[in-house]
């Protein structure tokens, strides 16, 4: 069974940076085609952040360019969001996804990040 655990949202102050951590429990990395994080912000749909595939393509949201960074560590199996100069758009519950080759997608339970103006 596949398990995806978010962690390291909060409350940051706007220009503030944190980084999510995304970890899978069970199972093993390399059999996902690609991960990303998407975000859900209170009464919007959810919406994909940064995306990065088993070679490497990374794709990133326009609102997000420059000021997030993902990353993948196979090793560790895990995914990361780097986010910085964070602002009150970027409020939103941040899960974590990761898709198999079969196109099958699986979701933690998500981190809420709060970022205070």
């Known amino acids: 069974q596949v398990q995806l655990v978010e962690s390291g949202g909060g409350l940051v102050q706007a220009g503030g940076s944190l980084r999510l951590s995304c970890v899978l429990v069970?199972?093993?990395?390399?059999?996902?085609?690609?991960m990303g994080w998407y975000r859900q912000a209170p009464g919007k749909q959810r919406e994909l952040v940064a995306s990065?595939?088993?070679?490497?393509?990374?794709n990133y949201a326009d609102s997000v360019k420059g000021r997030f960074a993902i990353s993948r560590d196979n090793s560790k199996n895990a995914l990361y969001l780097q986010m910085n100069s964070l602002n009150a758009e970027d409020t939103a519950v941040y899960y974590c996804?990761?898709?198999?080759?079969?196109?099958?997608?699986?979701w933690g339970k998500g981190t809420l990040v709060t970022v205070s103006s």
């Open positions: 990065i595939s088993s070679g490497g393509r990374i």
């Open positions: 069970s199972g093993n990395i390399f059999r996902f085609n690609a």
């Open positions: 996804s990761a898709a198999d080759f079969s196109s099958y997608t699986y």
